[in-house]
């Protein structure tokens, strides 16, 4: 199964609002998700909140994020600390 770090839109009509979720590559993009990693807000300065531990855990095991939320892991600082963990195994 791989895993993808990817958004999941759940915000009404012109009113977008997504999830960073943790799922299968193979599942739609709203379907069943393994687990809710944080929120993005596009509307409001691009608010995002990400749950760093489980992010990290993610990554760590092979999760890879879309091009989408690699960017907003950049924005967050998150990326940075995993690329570091990375160089320092």
Known sequence: MAVRLRLSRIGRHKRPFYRVVAMDSRMR???RCIEVLGTHDPLTENRTELKAERV????QKGAQP???VRALLR???IW?????SRKKS
Do not use: A, I, M, P
């Open 66 to 68: 879309s091009v989408t």
């Open 56 to 59: 990290l855990d993610w990554l």
């Open 75 to 77: 924005r967050s600082g």
């Open 29 to 31: 993009r709203d379907g």
């Open 80 to 84: 940075k600390t995993f690329e570091d």
